[in-house]
Structure formats: structure tokens, C-alpha cells
């Protein structure tokens, strides 16, 4: 059974940074990308960046683009999403999330190629 927990999130100004942290624990092995959604209150839920295992390829939806990075650190089981300069409409929470569908290496943050997600850490910007 495969579980995620992320951290980091909180309160910042506009134009502020947060790290986001996603603990994995489980057999992921079998899977192909890790991703990073949000879903501010009325709205769907949106993928933010993934990054692909086998290669370590990374995509990220334009809006984050030059501002938010993905990466994994392999020794310690764990997804980071370092988000620079945020805007108060990326109020929101953040997930974390596993796929094992090869799907998700396509060029589009699928939410419904990812099978294993996280509970949710939560990012309030102000302006």
C-alpha cells in the first residue's frame, strides 16, 4: 500500500516561497510519474508539475512555469515542490500524488492518470 503525507505548507506574502514536502512510503516501484495537484475551494483540482521516474523528466503546467520546480530525492523516499514568488490565486491545497499509468508522461497533468494521493497540505497566500 503505497502512502503519501506532505508538509510544508502555510501562510505567505505575495511573492513569497514555500517548499512543499511529500513523504512516499510503500511500493512504488511499479510506478511511472510522481505529481503535484492543488484545488482551491470551488474549483477542480489542477496538476501543478510532475516529474517522469525512469528519466527524471519534468513537466509543469504554464502558470508555474520559471516559478515552481519538482524534484525527488530517491535515498529518502520523498517529492519536493519548491514554489517561488506566489501569487494570492495559488491559494490552495496542495497534493501529492503517485501514478502507475504510463499515460502520465504525456505532455498534460491528467488528475485521473494518478491512482495514489496524498491528504493535502495547504498554501494561503496573501496579497
Known amino acids: 500500500q503505497v502512502q503519501l503525507v506532505e508538509s510544508g505548507g502555510g501562510s505567505v506574502q505575495a511573492g513569497g516561497s514555500l517548499r512543499l514536502s511529500c513523504a512516499v512510503s510503500g511500493y512504488i516501484y511499479s510506478s511511472y510519474c510522481m505529481g503535484w495537484f492543488r484545488q482551491a475551494p470551488g474549483k477542480e483540482r489542477e496538476g501543478v508539475a510532475r516529474i517522469y521516474l525512469g528519466t527524471g523528466g519534468t513537466f509543469y503546467a504554464d502558470s508555474v512555469k520559471g516559478r515552481f520546480t519538482i524534484s525527488r530525492d530517491n535515498a529518502k523516499n520523498s517529492l519536493y515542490l519548491q514554489m517561488n514568488n506566489l501569487k494570492p490565486e495559488e491559494t490552495a491545497m496542495y497534493y501529492c500524488?503517485?501514478?502507475?499509468?504510463?499515460?502520465?508522461?504525456?505532455?498534460?497533468?491528467?488528475?485521473?492518470?494518478?491512482?495514489?494521493w496524498g491528504q493535502g497540505t495547504q498554501v494561503t497566500v496573501s496579497s
Open positions: 500524488a503517485v501514478s502507475s499509468r504510463s499515460e502520465c508522461a504525456n505532455r498534460v497533468i491528467r488528475t485521473d492518470v494518478y491512482n495514489y
